[in-house]
């Protein structure tokens, strides 16, 4: 185990909340990191088991990338031009153990790009075997309204604006529990040059 994580800012139905955990040099420097992955793996939309195309752009790195089609959700071994995901760097496995306490290392390194136009529906996060582990978010970029409802689908919803270097955490009781992404404030940060919402969610997958 590593050190005793700090304390969230606020905890907002079971989930903490660490705002601007990260520092605008740090922040600067997940970017130029992700910059480096996307390379590796180039940013791709996923298809809905409807065969829509989703909103969101993603990338991925670590031993597993998350992936969607009209087969359903799951995690692959590969990019799907079949190339193997390059490794998560060590900055942001950084945050997941300052944050988690964990010695257990993530699998996967999702990485979500939101345009002014891009939204993620009300969903939980039940792709991975053990849902004891963690799933750990970090916001980049122009802020996102995140929608929080309850492990049950339906009833009523709260919302919480996340801005670039938020850091939250899915565990416990809260670890299932259905959020989503349900508007993007463009312009509202200068990390992205030509501005997004880029959203790191780590994972144990196994």
């Known amino acids: 185990m590593f050190p005793s994580p700090p304390a969230p800012t606020l905890i907002i139905r079971g989930i903490p909340v660490f705002r601007g955990y990260l520092s605008h040099a740090a922040q600067r420097s997940l970017v130029n990191d992700v910059r480096k992955v996307v390379r590796a793996a180039p940013f791709f939309q996923p298809e809905t088991r409807f065969g829509q ?23 692959i071994a590969h990019h799907p031009r079949g190339t193997a995901w390059p490794p998560i760097p060590e900055s942001i496995l950084g945050v997941w153990s300052e944050i988690t306490g964990l010695s257990r290392q993530p699998e996967c390194c999702l990485i979500n790009f939101y345009t002014e136009t891009a939204r993620m529906g009300l969903h939980q996060d039940r792709d991975e075997t053990d849902f004891r582990w963690p799933v750990l978010s970090i916001s980049l970029g122009d802020s996102g309204r995140f929608r929080i409802g309850s492990v049950d689908r339906g009833g009523p919803t709260e919302s919480l604006w996340l801005d670039s270097g938020d850091v939250l955490m899915l565990s416990g009781p809260a670890r299932l529990i259905h959020h989503g992404i349900d508007r993007i404030r463009p312009g509202s940060s200068s990390l992205l040059p030509k501005s997004g919402r880029l959203n790191l969610t780590l994972r144990v997958v196994t």
Not at 61 to 70: C, I, L, P, Q
């Open 53 to 75: 195309k989703m909103s969101v752009r993603m990338s991925a790195a670590g031993n597993y990338g998350w992936f969607s089609d009209r087969r359903g959700y799951r995690y």
